[in-house]
């Protein structure tokens, strides 16, 4: 039975405003909470840049995205791979050399192909690259905090200082976010970039709260 490739094309149409909706939607609900997250510490330890613009609900974002692409390639025929072969190794150079989504896709299946991989049974595709970097971002994330309490130190010493960064959830703007470090011995953390709104040393708290540090920090 044949492919109605119209009616496709208009079904496409229709999940596509689908996702434009569910986007706005979820970007209006989520904009007022993402000044008040801290900036995730893993990407500044690890060198690593931050490759996201959107809110930090991009994981259930591209989960609906990629629901509605599967039942778009369903109906029209497409079958998409189902082996995925992502790494935390891969995802660590993917950041560490400042690899956009589209272009870690187009590398990733140059690469698959030319070991002899049929790329059509692969994962390879911007929604999963963009799940697999936020899953690794927090497991990294995690981990740095859980050594940090493993090694904990009998004092450290703080150090902030303001700075215009660009904003998480808007293009071409700049906010004023205030960097935190604490140094011990011969080692250095990033405790968070925290916004800036009345009061600075609220937000310092807020950082050593959030690494368990408050009696040292007194």
Known sequence: MGIDMKLAKREERVLLRVIEQENRRVKAHHSSEIDDNF???????????????????NITQSSLEENIYAQIELRM?????RKCFLTPKIMAVLY???????????????????????????????????????????????????????????????????????????????????????????????????KLENSSGKRIYGCLECFNRLEIGR
């Not at 130190?153 to 976010?177: Q, T, Y």
């Open 77 to 81: 025929g497409i079958v998409r791979g």
């Open 96 to 194: 560490r050399f400042h690899i956009s989504q589209r272009s870690a896709v187009f590398i990733l299946e140059a690469v698959a192909e030319s070991l002899g991989h049929n790329i059509d049974e692969l994962t390879i595709n911007r929604n999963t690259s963009q799940r697999y970097r936020e899953d690794f971002r927090k497991t990294k994330a995690t981990r740095i905090k859980e050594l940090f309490e493993e090694n904990e130190p009998s004092f450290v010493c703080v150090h902030w200082d303001g700075k215009l960064i660009p904003a998480l959830n808007m293009r071409d703007l700049k906010s004023e976010r205030l960097p935190i470090i604490v140094t011990y011995k011969d080692e250095e953390k990033l405790l968070g970039v925290p």
């Open 39 to 57: 900036m995730d510490s893993s990407e500044e330890s690890s060198g690593t840049e931050d490759i996201s613009d959107q809110p930090s609900s």
